[in-house]
Each structure stands twice: as structure tokens, then as C-alpha cells.
């Protein structure tokens, strides 16, 4: 069951996907009150103002009886200096922006009941318009008319979206901090370990009494990176269905975590356990307590899983506490293990990430698609222009394998759905079981200055400010391994070197040759 979860929780990697749109609001109002909508537009004609302060406040004109496709039917004097709201269809964009200009418009809204898409326009005819130009959809215009009638003001403006949001710093806080405690938790669990000593009457304590997970084969590693292979292209192919069977999985396995580690916090604080009998049958209060905690927390993640607007911080606290104890619960036997498992995946990770998207029908790589569901953002990119639906999509069934952190810079541009940071599990996992072997290393050699786990961590900070880095310069997604892989062998290497304690660090414990006594 354990080496289960150990393949799920590193089948899926994933960092924040660059999606390039032009994305703007429309406020309406009638001066008392407002709504405001998504709307897709072309910056290239006329830029809109970044704030709603800026924009100019216009009438609007209800229109949507006609196309618009030529002046007939249209009173210059009723849409002189308004904006003008029509309904999409018969001829091209750029026509009806022709015929909207000449009739004196100020800027032209076209409602859709399909999908939506960025507006564009031939080179030629788009230096005669001068007007703003954008998408709506027709449900939206339809909800505002109900509610504000035909007395509607509308203003237009499109926040600036910085390429560096602050949430890529609380992505990088949380990612260090979760390697660095379930490392250090790794140690010290190691520490107790052997400081407890063999039990009365035993041989000696194993990692099989503890409940830890030791991987200490090399080719078992490459048979549960096959698995993960297996089990991610079974993913990508029956999608909707074991989709139910991870959130489940999940939701079993976090509420158990988040267990381990509020009481292991509780322990720290030398919180009493009290206890009561029933049955001759000894229960610890604090337990029950504990546990009716983390199951609700659970539950309630299960509840309410789709809504975006705040469940992603109970999703993120799960996450926390999931990575925290499968950190401190897989162990790695020496650093061998480390160097083939984490070479492994990180060609696995590139693959799934940059040369999978040849073998796909949509050019998608399987990685993303897989750790984000099809069609998950709600908004496909196609080189400058992206695409939404006319109706807001049912909520969308999604891997719970991504810490998610909103995007503080788009909140303005909320109306058109919430945008997110997000890193994938095993991004923090695989390196951090690294960390976690130094970690335990340090323990066996004594270190009091704990030199392979701080010399680790700092390595996988480097690692992760290298992978954001890179993402900001080429304006995609970055498999994470790519970049922590490199950075945190080599340092654990170098470090060994220096201290030319390389041959104790490559073959760590002997915990492989104990399993075969009798």
C-alpha cells in the first residue's frame, strides 16, 4: 500500500503554465451600482486604460437586433459617442468596427453565444479603426440588461499584469519550508531511532517497525519509475474516471498526514494525550480530538474542491502536511538510490513535459494536461489570443497533486477566472527525500553544524529561483527537476567530496544487507 502512494504522489510534476492573453473588464453600472464581466480584446487597435479610474465613463446602446454589418437601420445620433453592443454573426469583426466608427461609436461590444476568442483583425483595415473592440459574452450582456435595464454605463479598462507576480514567492517560501522541516522531521525521527535502541528481547529496531518505507534497490527504483510511466499514460487515457479514485486516495492519505503532523507538533509542546477505557480497551483523548480535526478538514476539501474563490488553502494545507510526511516516512537507503531515482525522474519529467507534446493531437504535453485536467484553466492559449467559452464551464474534476497559490496581480481580472501559481508535488517531494537522506546522514556521522542537510536545502533554493527564473525568461512552464536534480546531487556530492566522506555518503546505511537476515 505504501509503495501505492509513493508512485502516485510521483507521478505528476508541474509548474505554472505562461498562457499570453489579452484579457480586459467591463464594468456596467447605473450609477449606483455595477457588475463587471470578462472581456477579450485587441490591444494592437486601441489600448485600454490599466485601472477603472482611468476609463472614461460611456452610454450604452443596446444594438443586439442587429449585426451591424452595414449603417442601414442605425441613427448616428442615437450611438454617437456610446458604446454600442451587438450581436456576433454574418460578417467579419473588422466590418462591423468599420461600421461602428462611422456612425459615430466609441467603442464597439460584440455578444456571442459561442466561443470566445481575441478579436482579430488584417493589417490593412486595422490602422482605420480607432475605436475599442471586444468580446462578450451573450449571457453576460443578458444578466446586466436584467438587472440595470436599458439605462447601463460601461467602463472599459484592462489591469496590467506584471510577468513577476508575488506569488511565485510564497510558491518558493512554502516549497523551502516543506523540504526543509520534512528533512529535518526525517533527521530527527532518525535521531529517537537510535537513540531508542534495540527493543527488550529483539534483534534489533528496523525500519519495517517504524511504518517507514525504506527504498534501498536500485532496480526497484526503475521498476516503480516504469509504474509511474504506466500509471500517468492510464491517467491521460481514462482520464474522468480514475480521476475520483486519486481525490479519494488523497483525501485518505492528507487527513492521515495532517494527523501525523499535528501530533507530532502536540508532542513538541508536551501537550498531555489523556486517555479513557472502554472495554479494557485503552484511547488516547487527544487522538480522537486529532483525528475528528483532520478528517473534517478532509471531508470538507471534498465538499468543496472546485470552488476556487478559498478551498485552495485547505488544498494547500493538505498538500503541506501530505509532503511533509512522505518526506519523513520514505527513506533512501544511501545516496546511490538517490542518484538512480532521481536521474530516473528527472528524464521522466522532461519527457512527459517537452516531447510528449509532438505525440499529442492538441500539442499539449501529457504532464500538464494530466496534472491540470483537459482543458482545466478554462482558456486556451493559440499564439496572441485566447479562447473562452460563451457558458462558464461546469466545474472541471482536478488532480489534487499541485500546491496553488492565486495570482495576486490578476485579481483584478477575476471576472475572466481565477489565474494561479502552482508546483507540483513531486517537485517538492523527489528533491526533498535528497535532503531528508543528508538529513539522516548527518544524524550517523554526528554533524552538529548538520552540513549535507543545510548545504541541501540552500541547493534546493537555488534550484527553485533557477526554475522560476528560467520560466520568466522564456515565458513557459519549466519541469522543476530539470533544474533541483542537477542542483542538489551536485552539491551533495561536493560536499562529500571536500569532507572525502564520499564513499561512507554513497553507500549509507545497511539496512539492504539486514533484510536479508534471517
Not at 30 to 35: A, E
Not at 45 to 63: E, F, K, M, S
Not at 369 to 395: D, I, M, R, Y
Request: with cysteine; hydrophobic share 50%.
Amino acid at each position: 500500500m505504501e509503495r501505492t502512494f509513493l508512485i502516485f504522489v510521483l507521478t505528476v510534476f508541474c509548474l505554472t503554465p505562461h498562457i499570453s492573453c489579452q484579457e480586459a473588464v467591463l464594468r456596467i453600472s447605473n450609477g449606483s451600482s455595477y457588475l463587471e464581466y470578462c472581456l477579450l480584446y485587441n490591444g494592437s487597435l486601441t489600448p485600454l486604460p490599466p485601472t477603472v479610474d482611468a476609463a472614461v465613463q460611456i452610454l450604452l446602446v443596446n444594438l443586439t437586433s442587429s449585426l451591424l454589418c452595414d449603417p442601414s437601420g442605425v441613427s448616428p445620433e442615437l450611438v454617437k459617442g456610446k458604446a454600442v453592443v451587438v450581436m456576433r454573426g454574418v460578417c467579419e469583426f473588422q466590418q462591423k468596427a468599420v461600421v461602428a466608427q462611422s456612425v459615430g461609436a466609441a467603442a464597439l461590444l460584440i455578444a456571442s453565444n459561442t466561443t470566445l476568442f481575441t478579436p482579430s483583425f488584417n493589417e490593412s483595415e486595422s490602422e482605420k479603426i480607432q475605436i475599442p473592440v471586444g468580446l462578450i459574452r451573450q449571457r453576460d450582456f443578458l444578466e446586466a440588461n436584467q438587472v440595470f435595464g436599458e439605462s447601463m454605463e460601461v467602463r472599459l479598462y484592462a489591469p496590467v499584469q506584471p510577468q513577476i507576480d508575488p506569488s511565485i514567492f510564497v510558491m518558493l517560501l512554502i516549497a523551502v519550508l516543506t523540504v526543509a522541516l520534512g528533512s529535518y522531521w526525517s533527521g530527527a525521527s532518525e535521531r529517537d531511532r537510535l537513540n531508542e535502541g534495540p527493543p527488550l528481547g529483539g534483534s534489533g529496531d528496523s525500519k519495517a517497525d517504524s511504518r517507514e518505507l525504506f527504498v534501498y534497490s536500485p532496480l526497484r527504483v526503475l521498476m516503480m519509475v516504469a509504474a509511474m510511466c504506466g500509471m500517468l499514460l492510464l491517467m491521460y487515457f481514462f482520464y474522468n474516471i480514475l480521476v475520483y479514485f486519486f481525490i479519494a486516495i488523497f483525501a485518505l492519505a492528507s487527513a492521515t498526514s495532517l494527523f501525523s503532523c499535528f501530533d507530532a507538533v502536540l508532542d513538541l509542546l508536551h501537550c498531555p494525550r489523556g486517555s479513557f477505557s472502554v472495554r479494557s480497551r485503552s484511547f488516547s483523548v487527544r487522538s480522537l480530538i486529532l483525528a475528528a480535526v483532520c478528517v473534517s478538514i478532509s471531508v470538507v476539501w471534498v465538499v468543496y474542491r472546485n470552488d476556487d474563490r478559498w478551498v485552495w488553502i485547505l488544498h494547500d494545507l493538505l498538500g503541506i502536511a501530505f509532503c511533509l510526511n512522505f518526506i519523513k516516512t520514505i527513506s533512501l537507503s544511501n545516496f546511490k538510490v538517490c542518484v538512480v531515482l532521481l536521474s530516473l525522474l528527472l528524464v521522466y519529467d522532461v519527457f512527459f513535459v517537452f516531447i510528449t507534446p509532438f505525440f499529442t493531437k492538441d500539442g499539449e504535453s501529457i504532464m500538464v494536461q494530466v496534472a491540470l485536467g483537459p482543458g482545466a484553466s478554462g482558456e486556451k492559449a493559440q499564439g496572441n489570443t485566447v479562447e473562452l467559452p460563451a457558458e462558464p464551464p461546469a466545474p472541471l474534476e482536478k488532480l489534487p497533486v499541485v500546491m496553488r497559490v492565486p495570482r495576486f496581480t490578476s485579481w483584478p481580472l477575476r471576472a475572466c477566472g481565477m489565474q494561479f501559481s502552482i508546483l507540483g508535488y513531486g517537485d517538492i517531494i523527489v528533491p526533498g527525500l535528497l535532503v531528508a537522506y543528508c538529513s539522516r546522514f548527518d544524524v550517523w556521522i554526528n554533524s552538529r553544524r548538520k552540513v549535507y542537510f543545510v548545504s541541501c536545502c540552500i541547493a534546493y533554493l537555488l534550484g527553485m529561483i533557477a526554475t522560476f527564473a528560467a520560466m520568466l525568461l522564456s515565458g513557459m512552464g519549466q519541469p522543476a527537476l530539470l533544474y533541483l536534480v542537477p542542483f542538489t546531487l551536485i552539491t551533495s556530492a561536493v560536499v562529500a567530496g571536500c569532507r572525502k566522506e564520499m564513499r561512507h555518503f554513497w553507500s549509507g546505511t545497511t539496512y539492504e544487507s539486514d533484510l536479508t537476515d534471517p
